[in-house]
């Protein structure tokens, strides 16, 4: 695969720093699951209203979560697939990174306790 434009280089890196705060990217992952107000993002997340609509306004500038006005409210989501995909493959990964720590560890262990 070629390396991307250098523009594109900063976006990408840009979006990895903004989703290096664990506050910010839980409240990005729960606007995984679909249109959700900020009160129900914070709930989900423990964090206060005003912390939440400061992340909110980081992501959206980031173009990874998009709100929509109804009525008094808006409602935040994921900007589109990619984000989603990133996303849960990075969950996968991490997931991935555990199980194969365990069962290396498991196997380590095994061999020690037959010694």
Do not use: W
Request: one cysteine or more; charged letters at 25%; hydrophobic letters at 40%.
């Amino acid at each position: 695969m070629p390396l991307p434009e250098d523009n594109h280089i900063s976006v990408i890196a840009e979006t990895y720093r903004l989703l290096g705060d664990p506050t910010r990217l839980k409240v990005l992952l729960t606007c995984l699951e679909g249109p959700i107000a900020v009160g129900e993002i914070a709930k989900a997340t423990g964090a206060s209203q005003s912390l939440v609509s400061h992340h909110l306004r980081l992501l959206r500038a980031a173009r990874l979560v998009r709100g929509t006005r109804r009525n008094k409210q808006v409602f935040y989501e994921a900007a589109d697939a990619h984000i989603a995909n990133m996303l849960t493959d990075m969950i996968d990964h991490a997931a991935e990174e555990i199980e194969d720590d365990f069962d290396a560890g498991t196997a380590r262990n095994e061999t020690t306790d037959n010694r």
